[in-house]
């Protein structure tokens, strides 16, 4: 059984950071682009970053570009979102997903979800 299992989340104060993970079981992270979505209350999920599996290359919603940095471990089974000056826009429930694709547009698995809220 594929899981792939989102940590992290949590309460935090403006212009604070936060480091989100996303580890799967059953699932060999390092054959598939490792997405990050979010869906704030009434709004629609949006993509905000994504690493390929390929090439390791990335890429960033605008709203995110200088702020949040995704990465993986040098193993390749865990990715990282490494959230800095969160504005309490950020705040939503952060979704990880798998593309056995490169670019994160076709996903085949989604984690449950962590919620991040910025508010002091």
């Known amino acids: 059984q594929v899981q792939l299992v989102e940590s992290g989340g949590g309460l935090v104060k403006p212009g604070g950071s936060l480091r989100l993970s996303c580890a799967a079981s059953?699932?060999?992270?390092?054959?598939?682009?490792i997405g990050w979505f979010r869906q704030a209350p009434g709004k629609e999920r949006e993509g905000v970053s994504c690493?390929?599996?390929?090439?390791?290359?990335?890429k960033y919603a605008d709203s995110v570009k200088g702020r949040f940095t995704i990465s993986r471990d040098s193993n390749g089974d865990t990715v990282y979102l490494q959230m800095n000056s969160l504005t309490p826009e950020d705040t939503a429930v952060y979704y990880c997903?798998?593309?056995?694709?490169?670019?994160?547009?076709?996903?085949?698995?989604w984690g449950q979800g962590t919620q991040v809220t910025v508010s002091s």
């Open positions: 997903a798998a593309d056995y694709g490169s670019n994160c547009l076709g996903i085949d698995y």
């Open positions: 059953g699932l060999p992270l390092f054959y598939y682009a």
């Open positions: 690493i390929s599996n390929s090439d390791g290359s990335t």
